[in-house]
C-alpha cells in the first residue's frame, strides 16, 4: 500500500549535539546558508560590494570594522577610513602599521580607538569625534610602556588594558584620558592567565539593577567587581570568581540584554546563567544545541584571529565569525596582489533559539550600522542581507532533516518520490537525496538554475508563476516540485540542495511517497 505523508520544514535547526537517532524530527542534520524560522526555513540572503579600500599592499589588510552613533569605519594597515556612504574618507593615517586589530568604546559623543601594534605610550590610542576628527588619547600614566590592546567604558570612565598584562588602567571620574591609575589584578588570580576582556554585565538582586565589572582572563578564569571606583576600597570590591572555558580572543562577546554572550574553547557561554550555574552547566552554554561543532571550531581555529560575534536584531539573529585561516597573499593572472581569508558563521535565530551555518561568507570582521549589516575582507567592505545573491554570485544551500520514523519505528519503509513545498519557482533544481538508516551519503548532483532572477520566457504556463521584475523581485507561489527518490530503512530522510542565484527561497514542508515494507 502507498502512504502520503507531510513533514514540516526543519524549523528546529542545526543539531550537532544529539546522536543521529535522537534528535527531535523538527531538526536537521545539517543546515547551511538556510536560516530556520518560525513555520518555515529560508535561504539567507546575499551581500553586496559597499566600498572597495584600494589595491593590495604585501603585509596590509583590513582587519577591523567598527561604527559610532554616525559613523562606519574601516581600518586598514595604518589608516581608518569613514566609509557610511560607501566612499572611503580618510580619517586618520599613522603610516606605521601592517595588521591593524583595533578595539574600541564609546565615550560620550566620541569613539575611543586602541590597537596593541600602535606606536607606543606616547599614542596609547586614537579619539574620533562626531565630526570625524581624529586626534591622539592623551594619558599621563606613571610606568606604563607599550601601547593598550582592549578598552571599555564602565560607569563614567574609561578602562583600559595592555596585551599579556594582568591589570588594567583606569581614567579619572568622568573622564577617558588624562591621569591613568593601575590596578593589579595579579593577586586575585589563582589559575594564572593574562588578562583578555574587561565586560560589563547588568544585575538584578531584586533590590534594583546594578551593573559589575567582569575581567575574563585566557585562562577562562573570570573576577567580578562591584563599584564605581577602583581607587578606593570603599567603592570598589571583589564581589564573585568563577571559571569558563579560555576565551577565544579579545573580540570574542557580544552584549545581548543584560548579559554577555563570550565564545570559549567549551562553546559559547550565557555570562549570567555562568554566574549563576558554573562552568559545566547546560542552561550556561549558548551553543548548547551545536556544542560539538561549537568544540570542534575552537579546537581547530582557536588560535587564529577573527573570532567574533554580533547581535544583528534586524535579521533576528547572532553571528558567530568562525575565521578558518590566516590571511593569505595571492597574485591574479595579471600579477595583481590580493589577500585571501576563510571564515564561516555560527548563526542563531534570536527570536526561537535554532541554529545554522553561513558559508561562502569570508569575513574578517562584522558590524551593525544603522541597523545595517556590513561585513569587511582584506580589501573591501560589503552590506550583507541583501538581495540574494552572493555579490552576483549563487548561493549553496543544504539541508539534512533529521531522519524520521514515519510514525512507525519498528518497521522500514521505501521513499519512493518526494516534493517540497517551497516557493521557488523551479524545483526541479532543488536536488533530493533519499537517506536512511543514519547514512548521510549524497547520489546527485547539484546544478545552478539557468534562468536567473524569475520565471522562465516560453517555458512556464502564463499566470501560472508569479513574474519577476526590478520592481518586485519576490516570488512567492508556492510549487512541489515531484521527484523520485530512493530510501530504503526504518528511519529516513530526503535532504535538500540548491544553488540559488536571485531567487528566494522559503522551504515549509517535504511530502512523502512511501511504502511500508515490514520489520525485516
Aim: aromatic content about 12%; hydrophobic content about 40%; proline content about 4%.
Amino acid at each position: 500500500m502507498t502512504n502520503a505523508v507531510s513533514v514540516p520544514a526543519p524549523t528546529g535547526g542545526w543539531n550537532a549535539r544529539d546522536s543521529l537517532d535522537d534528535m527531535e524530527a523538527s531538526d536537521a542534520v545539517k543546515m547551511v546558508n538556510l536560516i530556520p524560522r518560525s513555520g518555515w526555513v529560508e535561504a539567507r540572503n546575499g551581500y553586496g560590494l559597499f566600498c572597495t579600500l584600494g589595491p593590495a599592499s604585501p603585509g596590509v589588510y583590513a582587519e577591523s570594522l567598527f561604527a559610532s552613533s554616525n559613523g562606519l569605519f574601516v581600518a586598514v594597515g595604518g589608516i581608518i577610513y569613514e566609509v557610511s556612504t560607501g566612499t572611503p574618507n580618510l580619517v586618520y593615517a599613522s603610516g606605521s602599521l601592517a595588521n591593524t586589530q583595533w578595539q574600541t568604546t564609546h565615550f560620550q559623543d566620541k569613539l575611543i580607538v586602541v590597537c596593541n601594534e600602535y606606536a607606543g605610550p606616547d599614542k596609547p590610542g586614537i579619539v574620533i569625534d562626531s565630526a570625524y576628527n581624529a586626534t591622539a588619547l592623551v594619558v599621563t600614566a606613571t610606568g606604563l610602556t607599550g601601547s593598550f590592546w582592549g578598552c571599555n567604558t564602565f560607569k563614567g570612565r574609561v578602562y583600559y588594558w595592555q596585551k599579556n598584562a594582568r591589570s588594567f588602567w583606569f581614567a579619572q571620574a568622568g573622564s577617558f584620558q588624562g591621569v591613568l591609575t593601575e590596578f593589579d589584578l595579579s593577586t586575585q588570580l589563582q589559575t594564572g592567565g593574562t588578562l583578555v576582556m574587561m565586560l560589563t554585565y547588568t544585575l538584578d538582586a531584586g533590590d534594583g539593577v546594578d551593573d559589575l565589572a567582569v575581567f575574563v582572563f585566557s585562562t577562562g578564569e573570570t573576577i567580578v567587581y562591584q563599584g564605581d571606583d577602583p581607587g578606593d576600597a570603599l567603592r570598589w570590591s571583589s564581589s564573585g570568581r568563577f571559571q569558563i572555558g579560555e576565551p577565544l580572543g579579545i573580540r570574542a562577546h557580544q552584549k545581548v540584554g543584560g548579559t554577555e554572550i563570550i565564545l570559549t574553547k567549551d562553546g559559547y557561554v550565557d555570562l549570567a546563567e555562568a554566574l549563576r550555574s558554573g562552568r559545566y552547566s547546560e542552561g550556561s552554554v549558548y551553543s548548547n544545541k551545536i556544542i560539538r561543532a561549537a568544540k570542534d571550531a575552537a579546537k581547530s581555529y582557536g588560535d587564529l584571529f577573527g573570532w567574533e560575534c554580533v547581535l544583528y536584531p534586524a535579521g533576528n539573529l547572532f553571528i558567530v565569525n568562525v575565521p578558518t585561516s590566516p590571511e593569505t597573499l595571492r597574485y591574479d593572472s595579471e600579477g595583481t596582489p590580493f589577500y585571501t581569508i576563510g571564515s564561516y558563521q555560527h548563526v542563531r535565530n534570536t527570536s526561537s533559539g535554532a541554529w545554522c551555518e553561513f558559508s561562502g561568507i569570508d569575513a574578517n570582521a562584522f558590524c551593525v550600522y544603522k541597523d545595517n549589516l556590513y561585513f569587511t575582507t582584506s580589501l573591501a567592505v560589503y552590506r550583507a542581507d541583501i538581495n540574494n545573491t552572493d555579490d552576483g554570485g549563487a548561493i549553496d544551500v543544504e539541508c539534512i532533516p533529521a531522519f524520521n520514523h514515519l510514525g512507525a519505528k519498528g518497521s522500514r519503509k521505501q521513499v519512493t518520490m518526494a516534493a517540497h513545498i517551497t516557493n521557488f519557482q523551479q524545483p526541479e533544481y532543488l536536488t533530493k537525496d533519499g537517506m536512511s538508516d543514519y547514512n548521510v551519503i549524497y547520489q546527485n548532483q547539484v546544478v545552478e538554475v539557468p534562468f536567473p532572477n524569475g520565471a522562465r520566457w516560453d517555458l512556464v504556463n502564463w499566470d501560472a508563476a508569479y513574474w519577476s521584475n526590478e520592481e518586485a523581485p519576490e516570488i512567492v507561489q508556492t510549487t512541489e516540485g515531484w521527484s523520485d527518490v530512493s530510501a530504503f530503512g526504518y528511519a529516513v530522510t530526503v535532504s535538500m540542495r540548491g544553488r540559488i542565484n536571485g531567487f528566494s527561497l522559503k522551504w515549509y514542508a517535504t511530502n512523502y511517497i512511501y511504502r511500508n515494507a515490514g520489520a525485516i
